[in-house]
């Protein structure tokens, strides 16, 4: 059995709370989770779905940086992405700002706890809010989860090198 | 009638989402209401209760910029701040994070919406939100009211310079 077989992704809408609650095991452990995390060259190599490529412009993952990246398909860029991180406490956990560029009133606050199961195992949770149930629902029909999902198939093989 | 006696402060708890609305009014068009805002030297004057002093570390009021603010009592600190700011769009929104480092884990979101009125007049409407019912409720026991309201006084005094 393999990590991705292993490890199943779920994803979660709260029914009271605009809030997203994805849950995620890794086969490595939070240090070198967390570095896959925070890390630009690491970063691109498995975030988003594989059908596109990514480039990032800037990723500064430290208390108080920011981040901007695109989605591209045969280098044309077909989204962009950007937000700040208020907090990088390494290895256990993040928080940071999220926005589409091309809902630019959209924007959501993501905490990504990392923690250590022992074993050289890692659970990462990604909480996500945003200010009205509306725009918590957007987000989900937006076919996130196959970034979400493919994303993180592409970090085990990464986390396996 | 004086600008804080026209200018009345609403400050509210929604019932079912983890959120707060504060909206405030003031005697000033929005271009000079956003950058009492945004200027440190200028924040400085007006930010918190009136029975603290502001120490601003750090304050870049731009897409992808931080800030980190103490409360001070004769010298001593007694409680500082910090966020990032997610989005800066002069003059009319800016969205921003917040932590009190007395709670590390609690983070809100904040957006900030300057609205112009006409007759020189701006509408200021503050909406946070955490990720549960619990932490903002804590929020809002925290006598948060206090500093509100009376920073807003204080900035109606500015204004009027």
Redesign the interface.
């Given at each position: 059995m393999n990590a991705t077989t292993r490890n199943k992704t779920t994803i979660a809408a709260d029914p009271?709370?605009?809030?997203i609650t994805i849950v995620r095991e890794f086969d490595a452990p939070p240090a070198r989770v967390f570095r896959a995390w925070t890390e630009p060259e690491l970063v691109a190599k498995w975030l988003g779905p594989k059908s596109v490529g990514m480039r990032i412009d800037?990723w500064d993952a430290t208390?108080?940086?920011?981040y901007?990246y695109a989605a591209t398909r045969e280098d044309e860029v077909i989204a962009t992405f950007?937000?700040?991180?208020?907090?990088v406490r390494s290895p256990s956990?993040m928080?940071q700002?999220f926005?589409y560029e091309g809902v630019?009133?959209g924007?959501?606050?993501e905490?990504i706890t990392f923690e250590d199961l022992g074993n050289g195992r890692t659970r990462v949770t990604a909480?996500s809010?945003?200010?009205?149930?509306e725009a918590r629902d957007m987000v989900l029909a937006s076919g996130m989860e196959t970034g979400v999902i493919e994303g993180y198939e592409k970090l085990d093989e990464l986390l396996a090198e």
């Open positions: 009271d709370l605009p809030t800037h208390t108080g940086g920011s901007r950007y937000g700040s991180f208020h907090e956990r928080v700002t926005t630019p009133d924007v959501s606050l905490t909480l809010v945003v200010d009205n149930m």
